[in-house]
């Protein structure tokens, strides 16, 4: 069965270094999603992507972090200077663009720690 | 998205089915009932979902009221490995768009041996 796969599963980073998440989608998606889950809290959107531009963002995306789809796989989030308070797990998504079978599947997640 | 009202935590025992309330009193005709799970640490994982009728796939039932105002996720034969936590969400009808998912805390499903 077709995966959403990402890399590293951990990250570790010193404060004010940049970080760049990787995530694998399944195949055939189209829409891309990214979500973060500090320690103990909710599972948070932070952005949506489709057709090579944001689709939504939340307040939580600010201009420190961004996401590129550099190839026809890979879809990155990048934080160009990390505070200890992004610190959290980062979880990539995708679905297909369909009607009734529009799911989101989620990866296993990154890790970042931020020292 | 409609706001969603689960209980903070449950129990069941090994090989026993789990039913799993949620309440969505606000939830809108064209609004979608979604289930996700998840295990530890791991990423959320899509359960099952429906609008007005009941559903069934190979991980779990979904019992949607009439009125459409609750719903009842069923595991029907729970084993250790259904320990999570779960999640009701209600989103708008798919048609396409970017909609995120809005996730609230869940109810912590703990399978007794």
């Known amino acids: 069965e077709p995966e959403v796969t990402q890399t590293p599963s951990h990250q570790v980073t010193q404060m004010g270094q940049e970080v760049i998440l990787r995530c694998v989608p399944i195949s055939n998606h189209l829409y891309f999603y990214w979500y973060r889950q500090i320690l103990g809290q909710k599972v948070e959107f932070l952005v949506s992507?489709?057709?090579?531009?944001?689709?939504?963002k939340s307040e939580i995306f600010d201009d420190q972090f961004s996401v590129e789809r550099p190839d026809g796989s890979n879809f990155t989030l990048k934080i160009r200077s990390t505070k200890l308070e992004d610190s959290a797990m980062y979880f990539c998504a995708s679905k297909i663009l369909a009607g009734v079978g529009d799911t989101q599947y989620f990866g296993p997640g990154t890790r970042l720690t931020v020292l | 998205d409609a706001k969603t009202t689960q209980p903070t935590s449950m129990d069941c025992a090994e090989g026993r089915a789990a039913n799993l309330p949620c309440n969505h009193s606000t939830i809108s005709g064209n609004e979608y009932v979604y289930w996700y799970r998840q295990i530890h640490s791991q990423g959320p994982q899509y359960i099952i979902h429906?609008?007005?009728n009941n559903e069934t796939n190979e991980m779990a039932s979904l019992i949607i009221t009439e009125d459409r105002k609750s719903s009842t996720l069923i595991l029907p034969h729970a084993t250790l490995r259904d320990t999570a936590v779960y999640y009701c969400i209600v989103r708008v009808a798919p048609q396409g768009g970017s909609e995120k998912l809005v996730f609230g805390k869940g109810t912590k499903l703990t399978v007794n041996p």
């Open positions: 429906g609008l007005k």
């Open positions: 992507f489709y057709n090579n531009e944001i689709s939504e």
